[in-house]
Every structure is written in C-alpha cells, then in structure tokens.
C-alpha cells in the first residue's frame, strides 16, 4: 500500500508553534492532506508526552492513532528533535536531530536519562548540552531499535552540515558510530539533487518533513513508501533506499526555502554563490560577513558537478503546498478566505490534496476549480514556476507561470 509519511513536525509545546498543534488537529489535517503517518513530534516534553500516553492508543506494531477511533486512517510514529550544542575540534556545533522511538516504553527510559542532563519541560525541542554522538550513544543502549536523523542537513545555523557551526561529514560528527546513520533530513532549501553531488551520502537515504508549526503545514515536505504499516516496515524501507519500497520524496523547490541563497535579511541583500565568492563573503552594506547558505555549502562540500551522481537514487517530486498555489493564482493572501473556500471545495469533490497535487486528472480539477487554478496545478507538477532564492530566514517567492488554458486542455495525454 502507498504510505505518505511526515516524520518531522512540533507540538503546541515548542517556541513559535501554533496553539492549534494538537493531536486531534494533526489527526484532522492529516486527512486533508492524505498523510497515512505523520510524527509526533516533542516526546520528550513532559505535557505532550502525556498527551501521547493519555489520547494515543496502539494500532500497527511501533504505530498509534487517536484513542477510540478506530475509523481515523491516521497513524502516529514515536519522534522528537533534540538540539545540541557543544564543543568538538575547537569549535561550538550546533546540531538539531530527529529521533525515532518503536516503542511508549522506549520513550520514557530516553527521557529519563535526557532529563538528568537538561531541562525537558523549557521547550519541546529541549537544547541539550549533549555531543550528537553520544545522543546517539544513548538512545541506542536503550533500544537499538531507535534511530536517529540528523535535522535539516544543511541549515547554516543549526545541522550536521551547517556552515556556521556545523561538520563536514557524518564521520566528523558521530565517529565510529556512524555506520548507525542511515539517514539524513535534506530539508527545506536543499532537494535530494543537491545532496547527490556528494559521493560520501551515495549509502544514506534521503528523507523529507515538513517540520511543521501549525497544522495547515504538515506534509509540505513528506515521503512515499509502498511497504508494510509499522515501525519496523518503514524504517526498513528508509534504511534499505529500495525504489521498490521506497517510492519517492516530494520536496519544496529548494529556493523556496530560508536558506538557500547567501545574504544578510536586515540588509536586503541575497546572493548567489558566485556571487558571495567574487564580494569575498562580506555584506556590501554593512559590511559583516554573510550567512553562508544552502547552496553554496553544498558547492563547497560537493565533488561532483551539478547533475551528476543522479543514478539509481530515489526520485522526488517538487510541489507547492495546494493552499499558495490557490493564493498565488488568485494574487491573495495565503490565509485568505477565498482561498480557504477554494482548497476545501477541491478537498471536498478531488479528496486529499496530495490526491490533488500528484494523481488527480485536469478535467476531475476543472470540475471542481477555476480553470486559472486548475491549469496552475498542472503548472507546478510541470515545474513551469518562477523562483526568487530564499536567503538568512527570509523565505523565497514562487511565481507559477500562466499556462494556456486551450493548450493544456488539448495536451492532457502528454501531460498524464
């Protein structure tokens, strides 16, 4: 069976999420979406922990739903993201990653032992003062069962690959423990194209979350799988990077992400890499140094040219959430009331927006839409959209180009 998963997401418990992260919301709107499993998120933070014991009840082996709903098709899986910081080789790293758990039991041993080493209840992603190494060290002495991801490979500030506190390889960070990183989260301004032009990530799968803060924002990233429902089932699936179960990624276009350009956001000035190269890192109107974005740390860690290393390597899809792809054709606010009408009236005749997005035909969206929208649907399935890089926080702008409407109709066979 086809299984869209979100492993990545907070809970109303974490800083600058929303109030509406719950359970029951995640259940909701993961319906709406089409997401089969979606990540807890934030076990280790005590009143969500207990939100999971008291509202969650077992169903697959490793997987929950909500308690006494036995028709909800939603299925949680154990998660949480922890951020280090800690010194190693002389510099301060800063590193954010996700854990999985098989198991409620599981969870109360790791957050124990987490919580003899920091504070659990200040945020749902605690900082701990604790080396990525031995994070992993720990989870793994409880169960070996866990797994760890780390977050957002190549977020300047705060991830494995990082260029402001980060490493440049997964043996740097977790040594010989390594070979148990089977995985990383590619995240928000990198797509698995970037990541392939490093031969040492040949062995690693690539997963993508959403790493959501409100509701409406599950699933903007996810992955697909054709394997069996549980806890063992998808991570074999993960760990086995076979196109067979594991089907595809769907991805931001990664210029839509914070980081993917260079750039100084108070200055208003983005940058390309070349760019950056040829102003020496420094900003031309404050003169500070830039943060250092996605694509330029790839540039400098990568040793193959852009394209290249793409074989046998599991696919992805570039999308835009249904809601902006609404907004932008209408030349409204996301959070717009026109735009809520429309995305519930195509949830309501097509079904769940990745059926939306991915698989539904252009007449079955014409039936149930504007043709402006529709036709923009099938624009962004065909990539025909305009990127502004996205730079130091500051996402990027996405403009879908207008298709003709007779053309589109009179080449459905090619299209699909």
């Known amino acids: 069976m086809r299984i869209i998963a979100d492993f990545h ?9 929303s109030r509406d992260m719950t359970l029951e919301n995640l259940d909701i709107w993961a319906w709406k979406k089409g997401i089969q499993v ?28 909500l308690k006494g709903d036995n028709d909800s098709a939603t299925r949680f899986i154990l998660t ?23 198991s409620i039991e599981t969870v109360e041993k790791i957050n124990t032992t987490l919580g003899l080493i920091g504070n659990l209840k200040s945020d749902g ?16 002495k ?38 148990h990183i089977f995985a990383i989260e590619t995240g928000l301004s990198s797509d698995p194209a970037m990541n ?15 790493d959501s803060h409100s509701p409406q924002k599950i699933g903007r990233e996810a992955n697909v799988f054709d394997c069996e429902l549980s806890y063992d089932g998808i991570i074999n699936a993960i ?6 179960k594991f089907l595809f990624t769907i991805e931001f276009f990664p ?31 404050c003169k500070k140094s830039l943060t250092i974005g996605v694509m330029n740390r790839v540039d400098k860690l990568a040793d193959r040219e852009i394209g290249e290393g793409s074989g046998e390597k599991i696919p992805f899809k570039n999308l835009i959430p249904l809601n902006e792809i609404i907004a932008n054709v209408l030349g409204v606010g996301v959070v717009s009331m026109a735009v809520k009408k429309e995305y519930e009236k195509l949830i309501e005749v097509v079904g769940n927006e990745f059926k939306i997005l991915i698989d539904a035909a252009y007449e079955d969206l014409k039936r149930a839409t504007t043709d402006a929208i529709a036709s923009g649907i099938v624009a962004v399935r065909e990539r025909k959209v305009e990127l502004i890089p996205g730079y130091d926080g500051e996402y990027g702008k996405i403009k879908i180009i207008k298709e003709d409407k007779k053309a589109i109709s009179s080449n459905q066979g090619k299209l699909f």
Not at 10 to 17: E, W
Not at 239 to 244: A, F, G, T, V
Request: glycine share 8%.
């Open 9 to 17: 997401i907070h809970s109303k418990y974490s800083r600058a999420v």
């Open 38 to 65: 979606i990540g807890t998120g934030d076990f280790t933070h005590p009143q969500w922990f207990d939100d999971i014991k008291t509202k969650l009840e077992s169903a697959e082996a490793g997987l929950f739903r």
């Open 80 to 102: 949480a993201e922890i951020s280090s910081i800690y010194s190693k080789g002389g510099k301060v790293r800063r590193i954010h990653n996700i854990i999985f758990s098989p």
């Open 125 to 140: 992603r605690p900082i701990l003062g604790l080396d990525s190494k031995k994070l992993l060290e720990i989870i793994l």
């Open 142 to 179: 409880i169960d070996p069962r866990c797994v760890l991801v780390p977050a957002h490979a190549w977020t300047p500030w705060f991830s494995i690959f990082g260029s402001m506190s980060g490493f440049d390889s997964i043996e740097e960070c977790f040594e010989e423990l390594s070979p």
């Open 196 to 210: 392939w032009r490093l031969s040492k990530l040949d062995k690693i799968a690539l997963i993508s979350n959403s």
């Open 239 to 244: 760990k086995s990077r076979d196109p067979k």
């Open 255 to 285: 210029e839509e992400g914070k980081y993917h350009y260079d750039g100084h956001r108070l200055c208003g000035i983005s940058m390309s890499p070349t760019e950056t190269k040829k102003n020496k890192g420094i900003c031309p109107k």
